[in-house]
C-alpha cells in the first residue's frame, strides 16, 4: 500500500514539475538569456513574452493543409492548457507538395517581406527580369537583387515573385571578359491595382552631328494606370526632371554612357520610374548593361509564402489577421533563418526571426492594433 502511494506521489510530483515532460526546445541560452520571444504595441500597451520566463514555452509544429501547402507553426505561450495571453505565427509554404513530402527548408523558408493570408486569398506579384548587354562582349556573370532579401546569379532572364506589395530596389551587376564591371538600378513599386501603371523606354544612338554634339532619340512607351499621361525626363546629364513628350531627342555634349531616367504621372497620379544606362554612340556599348522588366499580378488563391498570426488575449478572446479588412501597409519581416535543433516530437526546427505590424480581429467591430512587432520563433517543418 505504501509503495502505491509512492506511485502516486511520484506521479503527482511528474505532472507538476515540467522537468518530466519530454524534453523540449531549449528555451534560454547563456547566462538565461531567452531564445525565443515577442514583444510589440498592442493597442498602444507593451507588451512582452519571452521563452523561459513566466512559464512561457516555444511550441513548434507543421500541418498540411487540403490544397497541399504546409503550414509552419511557431506558438508561444504558457504551459498551462490556457492560451490566453498567447501569440502564434503561421508561416505557408511558397508551393503544394504531395502527402508527406519533405521540403527544402531554405527555399520554404527565406528572409523577405511576405503578405498577410486573407479569406479568398492574396495577389502575389510576377516580374520578369531580362538582362540587355551592349554590343561589346558577352557578361562572364550576372548578380541580381531583388530588393526583397532574395538574390540570383549566373541568368539572363528571370522570373521573380514578389510576396507583397511595396517598393523595391532591384539592382544587377555583371562582369565583363575584359575585366569591366557595369550595374543598373531600379526602384518600383508593385500595387495590388489590377492594371498597375508601368513604363517603358528605347533609345537610338545618332551619329554625331555637325554641331559636335551627340544625339539620342528617346521614345517611352506607358501602360496600365489611367490615362493622360504626363511625361518628364532625366537624361542623366543633369540633376533634374524636364517635361516633355514620350517621344523626343536629347543632344550630349560629349560622348559616354548616362543613366537616364523616364517618369511618367498618370491622372490619378501614380507614378512610374525607370531607368537605363544609355550610350551615345557604338563605341560606349563595349561594357554596359541594362535590364527590362514586366509586372503580372497573380491571384494567389492557396495563400502560397502568406502569413497569419492569432493573439489571444487575457480572457480566452481570440483575434487573427486573417481579415479581408487586413490593411495593404500592413507589414511581416522574415529577418534571419537558422537551424535549430529537433522539437520534443522529433522534429526538425529552425529559428526564425521576423518584424510586423497588423491588425488582428475578433469580429467587424473588435480589433486589435499591434506595432512594432518584433519575435523570434521556432518553426517545425518536414
Given at each position: 500500500m505504501k509503495r502505491s502511494y509512492l506511485y502516486i506521489l511520484i506521479g503527482a510530483v511528474c505532472l507538476l514539475n515540467i522537468t518530466c515532460k519530454k524534453e523540449h526546445l531549449q528555451q534560454q541560452g547563456p547566462g538565461g538569456t531567452?531564445?525565443?520571444?515577442?514583444?510589440?504595441?498592442?493597442?498602444?500597451?507593451?507588451?512582452?513574452?519571452?521563452?523561459?520566463?513566466?512559464?512561457?514555452?516555444?511550441?513548434?509544429s507543421y500541418t498540411q493543409d487540403s490544397n497541399g501547402v504546409y503550414n509552419f507553426t511557431g506558438n508561444l505561450q504558457q504551459y498551462a492548457a490556457s492560451s490566453n495571453n498567447s501569440i502564434k505565427f503561421i508561416l505557408n509554404d511558397y508551393q503544394a507538395s504531395t502527402p508527406n513530402q519533405s521540403i527544402n527548408v531554405n527555399n520554404s523558408i527565406k528572409i523577405g517581406t511576405f503578405a498577410y493570408n486573407v479569406p479568398g486569398g492574396t495577389i502575389s506579384y510576377s516580374v520578369f527580369f531580362s538582362a540587355l548587354p551592349g554590343n561589346g562582349s558577352y557578361?562572364?556573370?550576372?548578380?541580381?537583387?531583388?530588393?526583397?532579401?532574395?538574390?540570383?546569379?549566373?541568368?539572363?532572364?528571370?522570373?521573380?515573385?514578389?510576396?507583397?506589395?511595396?517598393?523595391?530596389?532591384?539592382?544587377?551587376v555583371t562582369h565583363f571578359p575584359t575585366g569591366c564591371v557595369d550595374s543598373l538600378v531600379n526602384t518600383f513599386s508593385l500595387s495590388n491595382t489590377v492594371s498597375p501603371l508601368t513604363s517603358s523606354f528605347y533609345y537610338t544612338p545618332q551619329?554625331?552631328?555637325?554641331?559636335?554634339?551627340?544625339?539620342?532619340?528617346?521614345?517611352?512607351?506607358?501602360?496600365?494606370?489611367?490615362?493622360?499621361?504626363s511625361y518628364y525626363w532625366n537624361f542623366g546629364d543633369s540633376l533634374i526632371y524636364k517635361a516633355g513628350g514620350?517621344?523626343?531627342?536629347?543632344?550630349?555634349?560629349?560622348?559616354?554612357?548616362?543613366?537616364?531616367?523616364?517618369?511618367?504621372?498618370?491622372?490619378?497620379?501614380?507614378?512610374?520610374?525607370?531607368?537605363?544606362?544609355?550610350?551615345?554612340?557604338?563605341?560606349?556599348?563595349?561594357?554596359?548593361?541594362n535590364y527590362?522588366?514586366?509586372?503580372?499580378?497573380?491571384?494567389?488563391?492557396?495563400?502560397?509564402?502568406?502569413?497569419?498570426?492569432?493573439?489571444?488575449?487575457?480572457?480566452?478572446?481570440?483575434?487573427?489577421?486573417?481579415?479581408?479588412?487586413?490593411?495593404?501597409?500592413?507589414?511581416?519581416?522574415?529577418?534571419?533563418?537558422?537551424?535549430?535543433?529537433?522539437?520534443?516530437?522529433?522534429?526538425?526546427?529552425?529559428?526564425?526571426g521576423i518584424k510586423f505590424n497588423c491588425i488582428v480581429y475578433a469580429s467587424p467591430t473588435d480589433s486589435l492594433v499591434i506595432k512594432n512587432g518584433t519575435a523570434v520563433i521556432a518553426v517545425a517543418y518536414k
Open positions: 531567452p531564445v525565443f520571444s515577442f514583444s510589440g504595441i498592442i493597442n498602444g500597451t507593451p507588451v512582452t513574452y519571452s521563452a523561459g520566463i513566466n512559464n512561457y514555452y516555444m511550441y513548434s557578361p562572364t556573370s550576372f548578380l541580381w537583387n531583388f530588393g526583397d532579401g532574395s538574390t540570383a546569379t549566373n541568368v539572363d532572364t528571370i522570373t521573380h515573385i514578389y510576396s507583397s506589395s511595396g517598393k523595391y530596389r532591384a539592382s544587377l551619329s554625331k552631328d555637325s554641331s559636335g554634339t551627340w544625339p539620342v532619340q528617346f521614345i517611352d512607351s506607358a501602360f496600365g494606370g489611367s490615362s493622360p499621361y514620350n517621344a523626343l531627342t536629347h543632344n550630349y555634349l560629349s560622348s559616354g554612357i548616362y543613366k537616364v531616367s523616364a517618369m511618367v504621372i498618370d491622372k490619378a497620379n501614380d507614378t512610374a520610374i525607370v531607368s537605363l544606362n544609355v550610350p551615345t554612340d557604338t563605341a560606349s556599348q563595349a561594357c554596359l548593361i527590362r522588366y514586366t509586372e503580372t499580378n497573380i491571384a494567389n488563391q492557396f495563400g502560397f509564402s502568406d502569413v497569419t498570426i492569432i493573439y489571444t488575449d487575457a480572457t480566452g478572446k481570440q483575434y487573427t489577421s486573417l481579415n479581408s479588412r487586413q490593411p495593404g501597409h500592413s507589414k511581416f519581416q522574415v529577418t534571419s533563418v537558422n537551424p535549430y535543433q529537433n522539437n520534443e516530437k522529433g522534429q526538425t526546427t529552425c529559428q526564425v
